[in-house]
């Protein structure tokens, strides 16, 4: 069994962290780890605060992300090997990121989906959503192979955003924040 130690000292990356680029692999053993870090990177989502957190922005590459679409505890969701059986229809929405902070993206997305699934400590399901939860199973399920909202823009996003992206690429050069204004 895998251990993923320090878990306090987990921190969400930015870009433009490679490791954001990287796929993830699936996971293969489960149990109380998993169900730790599940429940510490749900922790960390709510202190941003945020919807939605994959595994490999906390530098973890492993096939898992967790949600919360309403802030009601009994909505945390995990969801392990996930895997789209239904993706249908289609609807514009400008779209966030913790890894991307300060740039809004309009993607589009699915509006409904099936996904199937298993829990942490490996059992499986399935669940339909829409709209938004739809969007953020979406949205996580990218950055399980790779793919970061800032990585596919319009030339309208691109010139919204061209002063945020330059202050994380900034940022992650230098280690610290950079000067505002
Ligand atoms: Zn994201």
Same mark, same amino acid.
């Given at each position: ?15 433009? @962290?490679?490791?954001?680029?990287? %796929? /993830?692999?699936? &996971?293969? *053993? ?8 599940? #429940? ?27 949600c919360n679409v309403t ?32 740039? @809004?993206?309009?993607?589009?997305? %699915? /509006?409904?989906? &099936?996904? *199937? ?8 399901? #399935? ?55």
């Amino acid at each position: 069994m895998r251990t993923f130690e320090n878990l306090d000292k987990l921190t969400i990356l930015h870009y433009p @962290n490679p490791i954001l680029k990287k %796929a /993830s692999a699936p &996971v293969e *053993e489960f149990g109380e780890e998993l169900v730790q870090l599940s #429940q510490r990177m749900l922790e960390l989502m709510k202190q941003e605060p945020g919807i939605g957190l994959a595994a490999p922005q906390v530098g973890i590459l492993i096939r898992l992300f967790v949600c919360n679409v309403t802030g009601e505890p009994d909505d945390d969701l995990v969801f392990v090997n996930p895997r789209f059986t239904e993706l249908t229809g289609a609807v514009d929405c400008e779209e966030g990121c913790l890894s991307v902070p300060g740039v @809004n993206v309009t993607k589009r997305r %699915a /509006s409904h989906a &099936v996904i *199937e699934a298993m829990d942490a400590t490996g059992r499986p399901f #399935q669940m339909s959503g829409i709209d938004l939860l739809a969007r953020v199973w979406q949205h996580e399920t990218d950055h399980l192979d790779g793919r970061l909202i800032s990585d596919t823009m319009s030339t309208a996003d691109e010139i919204v955003n061209r002063r945020a992206i330059k202050q994380l690429k900034e940022e992650y050069a230098g280690g610290r924040p950079a000067p505002r204004g």
